[in-house]
């Protein structure tokens, strides 16, 4: 066995990446403060091919070198959009037929193990701040609650592990599956 060469990886070009179609999955960065955190949303969107991402609040966005050091480049490739306040972005969102998903441990959450998307639904999936998680009013307007399910003693993933289980999961459950290619 070996590794394969960057030319064996066939991977777009940015413009290409750009012009293709996205799976129909949205991340919604709500409040979220670290900048590595938001690059490692980026790089796992565009490994994904993410349609795009909605930094909300105090989230930071592109050009940043904090961010760049962990996007490696996908803040190029992956669309985005800056927007005040994460309600509004969920509300918006609603508006255009995604399901809106929070990513938070709360009463009433489905386990991601329970989780069936429909391979031809919209999803966005909201990741909240750091400390706080997701905010209290964007929960109450979001159609489910989905939760990682965890055996540990800290009850907590960082939000770049989480945002990479959650699209890894849906891409796996719609996208991915044999009986879908």
Known sequence: MR?????????DSVEDFKNKQKNPLVLVLDNVRSLHNVGSAFRTADAFAVEKIYLCGITGTPPNKEIHKTALGATESVEWVHVPST?????????????VWAVEQAEGSTSL???SPAADG????????????VEDEVIRAADGILEI???????????????GVVVWDVISKTIARPEAL
């Open 3 to 11: 590794k394969l060469s960057m030319e064996e990886l066939r991977r």
């Open 87 to 99: 309600l509004e972005a969920v509300e918006g969102l609603k508006g255009s037929g995604y399901q």
């Open 113 to 115: 193990s329970d989780f």
């Open 122 to 133: 919209k999803y966005a999936f909201v990741f909240g701040n750091e400390v706080f998680g």
């Open 149 to 163: 399910p965890q055996f540990g003693t800290k009850h907590s993933l960082n939000i770049s592990v989480t945002v």
